[in-house]
């Protein structure tokens, strides 16, 4: 700690931070614009000037920014001095010369930095009455709208874009006052993470487009803290409503997970809730009139629940409270997992070497602070994209520190002197998957092989840093890069292992927690990480059950069978051929679900089930922590709610019990733990339904939400009575406790003064760190050091390339793969066309060319699909993309055989 002054007042802060972090941190606000604490500093901007003196007798002092001034023991600076004052105040009139007069129209209008620092600094008077200098637009694909004409040159845009993220396609042309931040030419960003440009801008330049479409402005949304429906990461988000319609999802910091930044997937795939395909009532099949109303629906139920053997069919994208309820319906020995045999056995694996707990689960956080990483057979830009963001920063802060070693006068948060100096440096990754991956670029080692390859690759690393577990024979080529992987984990600090489901191969689970174990034995602080296929596989992996073939089984067997479906398309999880088997086969069939899809057309009985929207709900990710979403606003639908509820509202009809009663999310989670002890604190994951500060609720709407008498205008001028939500502890109005909930609880960043998302400052212990009081959910994998597991020895045989045969695996797509967010119109467009990918060589034996169509045959179903050449698959594989329209997710591997075609799928 340092002791320093500032306007004559004695403050201790923390070395390694420059003064503005200090102030900020401090609650001293200071103006600023080009500084971000993931991006660090450059002084581009010049608005955060300060007058720093050299001593206590020095009485005239200099301008300096403060964003590129070092925390030095006895440093004097004044934030109030009217020359720093009137500095900062001509600055912002520059920087405002050529900004237009649309607040009315911007996008972001009332939740603008730019508005913020402008009324900070004082500057409320327009003095340049001349031609404003204006740019033309450019079109950016479906997320991000662009306006030129409010740049202020803070250089943000580029800094994240290209230096954070890794985009090529977005930069800066021209100089001085006539810059321009945009491409070479119009076109749709690359980048999966452009979204986060709208949060990244101060102004109005780079907005989201699909916010823009409804013209809603950000203080008249109602919102709640959420969690991601689309990956196993589980970033926190904030999800934004108006008119019973989802209009936006914001970034929702938490330190240990995605802190600043979400992929785009994840920022507007929140679509479907607004989806035309929307179960909105419940329907009873084979009658005259299908949509039936809640007590019509329950007289069906208690037919179908009364007298039949009841087995429940669970999924991996609804909460841990509906899969639980569930179970206690139709009882343990009863519920299933909506799953392949293949992917439940992998899962098993996952949730059983986690549960040993010999290596610590790796959180994001400590991804980005690893100094060595090995990627075995996981595709993470695709699978986890902001795991593959996290990873990107781990491979240049570890360049950087191995810089600084040398120069340590130095600081990390110097951004400009940091690249000057690292250059094209980076960290150690080594990146081995199947095919070729945009990490590719900045891997140290990139190795591509058949899965079981990469699981031999696996275990000879294990071997090079264990020497008594079982060696692997490999070509010396391998055997070089395997001593330099070795090597390199060996000598890192916290290195980190990822792996996980995707290439549907177990064997490379239990290699990678080889490597994993075999490094703990070293002495460093390794941590492992699996990716899993959806927002809640491992939380329905470590319900312990049977998977869906164990279901087919058994119905085909037995006779008088009511299924119970929940939430899961079961024809997007196994083949059509066994899931018409299994319809084919039970006696009635109830499907609860948000979207009608092939599986709900199977249903007898039809009952509509909420999102995350517009219910409450608990999701596991792929590092065991629990963490809750809460409902953002109260469907006009009364037959719409939470599939868990209704489960239980069954429970009660097959029971006889008139008297349903009241049930909570923690209440169902209670249960969890009663039912299944691995669950042990999840009900605490976060506070309660009747959690209250000063005996008030928090309020969903900010307090300068408007509309709530003219949006019913045409029906009443009074106001309506809040809707009242019994199941957290918000409100559907703004009042309620107005100062910082416990951070599960945050539904917008505000304070007064800073009105856009740069409010998240004042939420933190210090800029860029941990939220005040943070609770990053409830981690359910106990960490066991001295814990000694048993090692895997059981090593897969070589992969060997058959004649006319090859091995059949999918690949996933960031956009199009994953169900729910294929609903979103932007996500629909940038999705890829089905394709077949072959290996060059292979192709050339086929005598097919790129373009060209080719039959390929999968669960009895033929597709006619072109050919792409991949030069980086290994022979004797295909990849054919999963879960695109009319695709199957295929996760499965299997051997086919390829037709060449004659003309044009």
Request: hydrophobic share 40%; with cysteine; charged share 20%.
């Amino acid at each position: 700690m340092s002791t320093i002054y500032i306007d004559n007042k004695t403050y201790e802060v923390k070395q390694g931070k420059n003064l503005l972090e200090a102030c900020l941190g401090l609650g001293i606000d200071v103006p600023y614009f080009c500084w971000h604490p993931a991006l660090g500093s450059v002084g581009a901007c010049r608005q955060c000037a300060v007058k720093v003196f050299k001593d206590e007798n020095d009485t005239h002092g200099k301008l300096m920014m403060s964003c590129m001034e070092n925390i030095k023991e006895g440093l004097r600076v004044s934030v109030a001095d009217k020359t720093a004052q009137a500095f900062r105040s001509q600055v912002i009139e520059w920087l405002m010369t050529n900004h237009p007069h649309d607040c009315p129209v911007c996008d972001e209008g009332g939740s603008c930095h730019l508005q913020d620092m402008t009324v900070m600094t004082g500057h409320d008077y327009r003095r340049y009455h001349f031609k404003k200098r204006t740019y033309t637009n450019q079109y950016l694909g479906p997320f991000i709208h662009h306006e030129m004409n409010r740049c202020i040159q803070c250089y943000r845009c580029v800094r994240y874009y290209h230096d954070y993220a890794g985009g090529k396609d977005l930069n800066v042309f021209a100089a001085h006052n006539h810059v321009y931040f945009g491409r070479e030419w119009d076109g749709v960003l690359q980048s999966p993470f452009s979204g986060n440009l709208a949060e990244v801008c101060p102004t109005g330049v780079f907005t989201d487009k699909t916010l823009r479409e409804h013209y809603t402005r950000k203080w008249d949304l109602t919102t709640a803290p959420s969690v991601c429906q689309h990956c196993s990461v589980g970033c926190n988000t904030i999800a934004g409503e108006r008119y019973e319609k989802v209009r936006c999802i914001t970034n929702r910091f938490n330190s240990q997970i995605n802190g600043y930044f979400l992929c785009d997937r994840g920022r507007f795939g929140y679509e479907f809730v607004n989806s035309a395909n929307r179960i909105t009532q419940p329907l009873v099949r084979h009658q005259a009139v299908e949509a039936v109303d809640e007590a019509t629906l329950m007289g069906h139920m208690r037919k179908l629940l009364s007298g039949q053997t009841l087995i429940g069919i669970g999924s991996p994208r609804a909460s841990v409270e509906s899969n639980t309820a569930l179970m206690q319906l139709v009882g343990r020995e009863n519920f299933y997992q909506g799953i392949s045999d293949n992917v439940g056995f992998i899962e098993r694996r996952i949730v059983e070497v986690m549960q040993t707990g010999a290596v610590q689960p790796a959180s994001l956080q400590d991804i980005q602070q690893s100094d060595a990483i090995l990627v075995l057979g996981e595709d993470i830009w695709n699978t986890a994209p902001v795991m593959a963001l996290s990873v990107r920063q781990s491979v240049l802060k570890t360049a950087a520190h191995q810089a600084l070693e040398h120069n340590e006068g130095i600081p990390m948060w110097h951004d400009a002197a940091i690249h000057e100096l690292v250059q094209h440096e980076k960290g150690f990754l080594a990146n081995c998957t199947i095919s070729a991956s945009p990490l590719d670029e900045i891997s140290t080692c990139v190795l591509r092989h058949a899965p079981d390859d990469l699981a031999r690759l696996g275990f000879a690393i294990a071997h090079q840093l264990n020497g008594w577990l079982p060696r692997v024979l490999v070509d010396e080529d391998t055997l070089a890069y395997i001593i330099d992987i070795a090597v390199f984990l060996q000598q890192a600090k916290r290195p980190v292992i990822i792996s996980g489901t995707s290439c549907y191969n177990e064997a490379l689970i239990r290699a990678a927690f080889d490597i994993a174990v075999a490094c703990k034995a070293t002495g460093n602080e390794v941590r492992l990480a699996y990716v899993m296929p959806e927002c809640n596989s491992m939380g329905l992996a470590m319900m312990q059950a049977p998977s869906f073939e164990s279901a087919v089984l058994r119905t085909t067997r037995e006779k008088n069978i009511t299924a119970i479906v929940l939430e899961n398309d079961l024809y997007r999880n196994v083949p059509a051929l066994v899931a018409d088997l299994f319809f084919n086969s039970v006696e009635h069939c109830i499907v609860l679900d948000s979207l009608n899809n092939p599986t709900t057309q199977q249903a007898d009985i039809l009952i509509p089930a909420a999102t995350f929207a517009e219910g409450d709900g608990t999701l596991v990710n792929y590092e065991g922590r629990a963490q809750r979403f809460f409902q953002v606003f109260m469907p006009g639908h009364t037959t719409l709610r939470e599939s868990w509820k209704w489960l239980l509202k069954m429970k009660a009809v097959r029971a006889g019990d008139t008297n349903n009663g009241v049930y909570h999310p923690e209440d169902v989670l209670a249960q969890a733990e009663q039912l299944l002890p691995q669950f042990a604190g999840i009900s605490d994951s976060a506070p309660h339904h009747d959690f209250r500060i000063n005996g008030q609720a928090l309020p969903r709407e900010p307090h300068r939400y408007s509309g709530r008498t003219a949006m019913l205008s045409n029906l009443a001028v009074s106001e309506p009575k809040p809707k009242q939500d019994d199941d957290s502890p918000f409100s559907f109005t703004m009042e309620g406790y107005p100062g910082m909930p416990p951070s599960p609880l945050i539904p917008f960043f505000w304070s007064p003064g800073w009105n856009s998302i740069q409010a998240v400052n004042k939420y933190q212990q210090e800029p860029g760190g941990a939220l005040k009081n943070e609770q990053a959910g409830k981690l359910l994998f106990a960490y066991i050091p001295d814990a000694k597991p048993g090692y895997f020895k059981d090593i897969p045989e070589a992969f060997v390339v058959r004649n006319n045969k090859w091995l059949l695996f999918p690949q996933y797509h960031l956009f199009g793969s994953e169900e729910l967010s294929a609903y979103a119109e932007g996500v629909r467009e940038l999705s890829p066309e089905p394709y077949v990918a072959l290996s060059a060589n292979d192709a050339a034996q086929l005598g097919l060319g790129h373009g060209q169509t080719v039959t390929v045959k999968v669960f009895e179903q033929a597709y006619d699909l072109q050919v792409q050449i991949d030069s980086s698959l290994p022979n004797g594989l295909v990849l054919i993309p999963a879960g695109l329209q009319n695709m199957p997710v295929m996760n499965w591997n299997g051997y086919v055989s390829l037709i060449k075609g004659s003309g044009k799928p």
